[in-house]
């Protein structure tokens, strides 16, 4: 199988910086995903990672490491409104495999 | 500009009928993906049409089935229903193939009694 692994469930403060994990199997592997969900609304796109290495874009940042099979999406200067479900999703072939999503709430 | 649109908002059917949802793109993309997300599986990727063919495919049995119409409107049709059916089916448009950029609809409420 593709399994995408991350935490189901973290917590953090206000200000602080969070980074959420996620692996995934190599194998088949073509780039790397990630997912902003709020409860009760769509997914909203993050980043796209095919390359080893980190990209920024303002507070998010993503990392890929292609031979260990891992990513992080890092989130600093956390504000009240990134609570929500961050989603790592792996390309395969034509197909996309989500993982099961990492519940952020941000207290104040 | 008009977001992603999907009709109708919540449906309900009975096991063994069918059903067909519809997704209207934001003006000018034709890449269009379809998703199923429940509570036990999550989000799962279904099908991506670009430009009226098939590009990219998930792991769903052939009961599920899509199409995209020169407009780059999309259609995406489940059969013989199956109370696991029961989820949300999110619509996403882009102006590329491969599921970056995305912007998603409200999605359709799919209940299977």
């Known amino acids: 199988g593709q399994n995408i692994d991350q935490p189901t469930e973290m917590t953090a403060t206000e200000g602080a910086i969070v980074q959420i994990n996620c692996t995934y199997q190599?194998?088949?592997?073509?780039?790397l995903f990630w997912y902003q969900q709020h409860a009760g609304e769509a997914p909203t796109f993050l980043s796209y990672?095919?390359?080893?290495g980190l990209e920024e874009k303002g507070r998010f940042s993503s990392f890929l490491s292609r031979s260990k099979g891992y990513s992080y999406l890092l989130l600093k200067e956390l504000q009240m409104k990134d609570s929500a479900s961050y989603l790592c999703?792996?390309?395969?072939?034509?197909?996309?495999?989500f993982g099961p999503g990492t519940r952020l709430s941000v207290l104040p | 500009k008009a977001g992603v649109t999907q009709t109708p908002r919540y449906l309900i059917k009975t096991r063994g009928q069918q059903v067909t949802l519809s997704c209207s793109p934001i003006?000018?993309?034709?890449?269009v993906s379809w998703y199923q997300q429940t509570p036990g599986q999550g989000l799962q990727f279904l099908f991506e049409?670009?430009?009226?063919?098939?590009?990219n495919k998930g792991n769903f049995p052939g009961r599920f089935s899509g199409r995209q119409f020169s407009n780059s409107r999309s259609e995406m049709n489940v059969s013989t229903l199956e109370l696991g059916d029961s989820a949300l089916y999110l619509c996403?448009?882009?102006?590329?193939?491969?599921?970056?950029?995305?912007?998603f609809g409200s999605g359709t409420r799919l209940t299977v009694v």
């Open positions: 996403a448009s882009s102006s590329r193939v491969g599921n970056y950029g995305y912007t």
């Open positions: 190599t194998s088949g592997f073509n780039g």
């Open positions: 990672n095919v390359l080893d």
């Open positions: 999703a792996g390309r395969y072939g034509q197909n996309f495999v």
């Open positions: 003006s000018g993309h034709r890449s």
């Open positions: 049409y670009f430009s009226e063919t098939q590009r």
